[in-house]
């Protein structure tokens, strides 16, 4: 069973009985960089989540909680930033250029 927490972002929910019967199932889901919640009786008492995954940002938490981001659960690595090559061209121009 699904559920969704408040800023889009689906979560496998499973009960502790399930939970206990397919451990190892679950535990791949989440080394895998799924959460999964986990209820006892219909109820929400814990998330289990990879304990590798790092935190977010906290602006990050706040741009999610407010709605205005989605995340998905599987952090991605931004790639290194590409440094301008000196000349009289800004990265705007660039930018300009690109939409022509």
């Known amino acids: ?31 895998g960089g799924e959460t999964i919640e986990i209820t006892e009786r219909g109820k929400l008492v814990a998330r289990l989540s990879s304990a590798g995954a790092k935190a977010l940002p906290a602006h ?4 999610i909680a407010d709605g205005r981001a989605i995340y998905e659960g599987v952090p991605l690595k931004l790639p290194t930033p590409i440094k301008m090559s000196p000349g009289k061209k800004t990265a705007a121009d660039f930018v300009r250029e690109q939409r022509r």
Do not use: D, F, I, T
């Open 60 to 63: 990050l938490q706040h741009l």
């Open 1 to 31: 069973m699904c559920s969704q927490w408040p800023y889009n972002v689906v979560v496998m929910r499973v009960g502790a009985r399930e939970l206990k019967l397919h451990l190892g199932h679950y535990l791949g889901l989440v080394q």
